[in-house]
Structure formats: C-alpha cells, structure tokens
C-alpha cells in the first residue's frame, strides 16, 4: 500500500511539474519500462530482457551476414541493431566457387597471376628456357654434360616383320611413290630382317596385277643402293626359289613371273650377271629349275632387241590414249577371229582402265557400221550384252559410248552411206536385248528421209528409203 502511494506521489510531481529536459524524460522512460501488461518488474528481469534481445539481435545479424557484413546491420553498445546500408545475401555456393580472398581485401585479382591451381604448371604463354646445372646439387655427374639422347628403335622381330611391312607395300601399290617406302623402311630398325623386304614384297605381287608387278619391279630398282644392299636381294631371291614349291600352291604360275622378276632385276643390275650361273648343275626342284630357265631365255632374248623393263607393261592410268584404242582395235579383232567371249572380257579388265571403257563401246560400234555382212553385227552385240550383265562395262561407260557414236555419225556417214540405217538397227536391237535403255535409244540421230515417191519415177515407190 505504501509502495503505490509512493508511485503515485512520484507520477504526480512529474505531471505537475512539466519538467520535460532530457533527466526526467529517462525516469519517465525507467518507469514505464519496468510496467509491462500492469505488472511491475525487478532490476533482475529487465537484465534478462535486455539480453534475450541482444541474442536475438546477433541472430538475425549472422543469419544475413555476407562478405561486405561491415556496411549492414550491426549492434550498438546498448545491444539496440543499428540498421545499415541493406546487403543481398549470397549463396553458399558461390562462396565456395568463389576464388578471391574472402578478407576482402586486395584487387579481385585471381592468385599467383594465373599460375595457380591445380594442374596449372605457369601462366598462360610462359616459355621456359633450358634450366642451368646446379654444379653443387648432391647429385650432379660431370659425365652428363657431355651425353647426347637419341631416339632408338628397337630392331624389328620377325614375327611383326609381316605385320609391319605388309601394309606399306600394299599402300605402294597404290600411290606408287618409291621415295615414301624408303622413307618408312629407313625408319625402321629392320636389322636382320632387311633382306626379307624384296621377298615379301615379289610374293605380295605374283598375286596382284601386271601393273602392281611392274611398281614392285621399280621398288626393288629403287631400294637397291639407298636401303638395301646387292647381297641382300641375292638371299632374297634365293628364298624365294626356295618357297616355289609353296608358292605354286597360291599361283600356279609363279615359276615363270619368278623367273620374269630375276630377268627384271638382272637387267637393272640389281643382280650380277652371274647369278643364272651360278645356279648350274646344283638345281634339283622343277619349279625353281623352271624359273632360271624363263629368266634364262627372257635375257637371251634381248640381245634381239626385247625390252625386259617393258615385260609386265605399264598400269592403265599411265599408258598413253593411243596405245590404249590400238590395244582395244586388236581385242576387237581377236574376238571377231575367235569369238571367245570370256578371253574377251579377261584381256579388257587386264587393260585396267575401266574409265576409258567409252572408247571399247564406241569402238565396236563403229567397226560394226564399216563391217559388212551380219557375223559383225551379232558378234558385237553378244558381246555388249555379255559385258553389260557381267557389269564389266557399266551403264554410265555404256552411254557415253553410244552417245559419243550419236555425235560423230555425221563424219561416219561420208565414208559409210548406210551408217545411219545400221545404227537405227543395232540402237533397236541394242535396247530390245538389255543393253541401253529407252532414254538411249530416243537419243539416236536419224537422217531426213527422202520421200518414197519421186515425181521422175513416174509414181513408183521406193523399197529402201536410203
């Protein structure tokens, strides 16, 4: 009771005196903080308040701090949060990727200039010079200044002799540059081996084209002095009369382009002349005794003037135009003597040049229109057709030797009167048997006729329009 007399008392001289200086506006403040909902409270209780608010100050400060925390919230010494310049909170995530000092000092530059981090061995562009011996490192060795380190093949086994060698003459036989083959043997350590190179090589040919023999014949020219030595294409090719009996397994022919390749390579001094010779009396094989005497009889006949660098003749690509029709003019012929249609096809895929097919087409045509009687005709024409499904001249070599006809039976015609009504006749039967289709036969020039009734013929009709 005397506790809220006192109160009273004091409230009063308070309202009454209108002091409002800055004394007894922080007692009124006191007064009413101690009064929370009508309950008066202690010393005691107001310092817990106080602190609960301090806590829950600092939490809501750590829970929106960031890296520039300084400039936002932060406390005042009574415990009160001074509000500050507002800071979006970052992400935990990109604080972690984030690779500038968290301090926040320094320029945001990254470290070490870029030289740093993992797997990083310098700055990007930095070129290091050759680092200098340290001549008191423990262990420096005066002998190694004066060590050169070179690169060193291993020599080459025989059993990856023809794993490794193989692919290269295989990949000769279609460029044909002998400079490149020497270029990769030389890179190879073939040690012992080098004298299996020619043997290898001649095998992989008797079973490939006249055109790939005669690129092996040029091979074996070339690597002899600069890669491969005169005694080593002797054992080779003494292996190789030693591997007739196996060899005519594959090719039954091997003994006479064995012997052939020994001729060759006599007459390009890549083997002595005596050589042959040698092998006189001591030879107790059919197949090699065989192969001396073709090589014996090829060298005997260019004292008559044959030309032995000319045996396997050249590839197709590389034989002139002129040489190539004359060839096809006497294939033609052949088979007109003959009629042999399957020795026809083999001799026109030896020539090899199955994009100059247009010309044996047009060829054959035109000897069909100089030719008389019908035995050229029916010939010609079988053997078209037979060449057709065999897909031994195909449909685009096939058109473009009937249109290069087409085109010239103008000049045909000055020569051969009857040219343009043979032509109309082997077009026809041509397309009637499978061998052009419609759109070629449409193509067919045909001379203007003449009219079947002339008025000097007193109105008789003509039997042949031509």
Known sequence: MNDFILKAQDLSDSFVSGEEDNGGSLLSNKNINNEINGNWLSSSSNSIHEARLKAKAKRRLRKNSSRDSGRGDSLSDNGDAVRGTAVAPTSPKSKLLDRKSRLGKGRGLPKKGGAGGKGVWGRSGEVYGPEEVDEKDPNYDEAQENCVYETVAPPLEEKD????????????????????????????????????????AVSLALEAKAS????TSRLLADLCGSVLSRSDMESSFDKLLRELPDLVLDTPGAPQLVGQFIARAVSDQILSKSYIESYKGRVGCQYTRAALDRAAVLLKMTMGGLRIDNQWGAGGGQRPVMQLVKEMNLLLKEYILSGDIKEAERCLRDLEVPHFHHEFVYEAIVMVLESKGDKTFKMVLQLLKALSASSSITVDQMRRGYERVYMDIAEINIDVPRAYFILEQFVDQSFNTGVIDVKIRDLCPCRGRKRFVSEGDGGVVKLESY
């Not at 790939?212 to 690129?215: P, Q």
């Open 161 to 200: 002799f023809e794993k490794t060698v193989s692919p290269i003459v295989q990949e000769y036989f279609e460029h044909g540059d002998t400079n490149e083959v020497a270029e990769l043997l030389a890179e190879l350590n073939l040690g012992p081996m080098r004298s299996e190179v020619p043997s290898l």
């Open 212 to 215: 790939h023999r005669e690129l």
